[in-house]
């Protein structure tokens, strides 16, 4: 847990913090480059890197005047170089320069950059002792038990930036590590928390993407409906604040107000409550050891109303169940239900399967790869990357016999 940092001095009102955004133009980047654009005088922009979107990345690069740029496809180069030209912001394109933009010395990082292409940038960030906010699930699903060591090896600060685990850092603060009983992260129940099992395995994609709450990009909308994502967010935390399974609940809580809760020995639950909006957690890394001003609504409790809780399904959503079961089997389980689950969701959005069969699928990837006996400690990216791909090749070859069966 040393990793995960405790509350410190604070910052000197004068201090202007250089910041790097890996993932500049998908949503999590949207909301960083909100906040930044919100306190100019605060923050410089170091680098920003993107997947594909020339045009967004430069458009970026020149409001913020920031000093190194990079492209994940290399084969945009001359475009990225062809858009800045006439700045004095550096260009690279490729893993290697994604990899650099993470190196560069930002106090500051978002890791947002989406799937198992962000854990080499994430990790370059970690390993040069910089403060690291984590919204990329990957790097701890994936890599969770040596990207913790790595982080407190180097003295770098993970801050989590998604909402749950930011809820969870927060609300720890209130009591020791010998006095937590449990953490509790809630889920919203996505758009099928009522809906009976034999009605969620026909759901169609137009369905998956209605999230009552949340706005997010498709992958996540999907993960959040069939609760993949709240299995992800358990794994996660896992590493993150060095817990065993047993330690961490889900509590399923439509509303999407309480976003986590702890509770300790003496009984006493603490929770951290605020409305659906990524930018209150990301502004919360943004400015720690400080709290900046954010651009969220603010919460009316009057308005709301009330607050429901229920527990969650796992008959409606297996996926959650999964994850508790990869994270007890360990020695890259996490990893391959990441994988299956991305190789799943995108066969479901092209068609290929039902909605109810993405679980099977990664049920069937992860029994595949334990009677394999390819369990062994994960000791670097390349280990993990290794079984990313070994897992998402498993998926794909299991993909046509799982589309056949009826649920």
């Given at each position: 847990m040393s990793a995960v940092?405790?509350?410190?001095?604070?910052?000197?009102?004068?201090?202007?913090?250089?910041v790097t955004v890996l993932g500049a133009t998908g949503s999590i980047g949207d909301s960083t480059m909100d906040l930044l654009r919100a306190s100019p005088?605060?923050?410089?922009?170091?680098?920003?890197?993107?997947?594909g979107n020339v045009?967004?990345?430069?458009?970026?690069?020149?409001?913020?005047?920031?000093?190194?740029?990079?492209?994940?496809d290399a084969s945009k180069l001359a475009e990225l170089k062809a858009a800045l030209a006439g700045t004095s912001t550096e260009c690279g394109a490729g893993e290697?320069?994604?990899?650099?933009?993470?190196?560069?010395p930002a106090d500051w990082v978002m890791a947002a950059v989406s799937g198992a292409a962000g854990l080499k940038?994430?990790?370059?960030?970690?390993?040069?002792?910089?403060?690291?906010?984590?919204?990329?699930?990957?790097?701890?699903?994936?890599?969770?038990?040596?990207?913790?060591?790595?982080?407190?090896?180097a003295g770098a600060c993970i801050l989590p930036a998604d909402s749950e685990h930011n809820a969870?850092?927060?609300?720890?603060?209130?009591?020791?590590?010998?006095?937590?009983?449990?953490?509790?992260?809630t889920a919203s129940g996505g758009p099928f928390r009522t809906w009976k099992p034999v009605d969620i395995e026909q759901a169609t994609l137009e369905q998956a993407l209605k999230h009552p709450n949340w706005s997010m990009g498709q992958k996540i909308t999907i993960d959040s409906a069939s609760m993949m994502n709240k299995g992800l967010e358990v794994i996660e935390a896992s590493y993150l604040f060095a817990l065993s399974p047993d330690e961490i609940d889900v509590l399923v809580h439509p509303q999407s107000i309480i976003h986590g809760m702890v509770e300790f020995s003496d009984c006493s639950v603490v929770a951290q409550l605020g409305a659906p909006d990524m930018r209150t957690p990301i502004a919360h890394c943004l400015g720690w050891p400080d709290r900046i001003k954010g651009p969220a609504a603010k919460l009316d409790l009057?308005?709301?109303?009330?607050?429901?809780?229920?527990?969650?399904?796992?008959?409606?959503?297996?996926?959650?169940?999964?994850?508790?079961?990869?994270?007890?089997?360990?020695?890259?389980?996490t990893t391959v239900y990441n994988a299956a689950n991305e190789v799943a969701v995108a066969a479901f959005i092209a068609g290929k399967i039902r909605f109810g069969a993405i679980a099977?699928?990664?049920?069937?990837?992860?029994?595949?790869?334990?009677?394999?006996?390819?369990?062994?400690?994960?000791?670097?990216?390349?280990?993990?990357?290794?079984?990313?791909?070994?897992?998402?090749?498993?998926?794909?070859?299991?993909?046509?016999?799982?589309?056949?069966?009826?649920?």
């Open positions: 940092p405790l509350r410190n001095n604070r910052l000197a009102a004068s201090d202007i913090r250089s005088e605060r923050y410089r922009v170091e680098a920003l890197t993107a997947n045009a967004a990345l430069a458009k970026l690069a020149k409001e913020f005047n920031a000093r190194y740029v990079a492209i994940a290697s320069a994604v990899i650099e933009a993470g190196a560069r940038p994430a990790l370059a960030a970690v390993d040069r002792g910089a403060h690291v906010a984590l919204a990329n699930k990957e790097c701890l699903v994936c890599a969770g038990d040596f990207f913790m060591q790595r982080a407190a090896k969870l850092f927060q609300a720890l603060s209130s009591g020791n590590r010998d006095e937590l009983v449990r953490v509790i992260i009057a308005k709301i109303g009330q607050l429901t809780f229920e527990a969650p399904d796992f008959e409606r959503f297996p996926g959650l169940r999964l994850a508790y079961e990869s994270l007890r089997t360990g020695k890259g389980a099977r699928l990664v049920e069937a990837t992860l029994e595949d790869w334990i009677k394999g006996g390819n369990q062994a400690p994960l000791t670097s990216a390349d280990d993990a990357i290794s079984v990313d791909h070994v897992a998402r090749n498993r998926a794909a070859a299991l993909l046509p016999q799982i589309a056949l069966k009826a649920s």
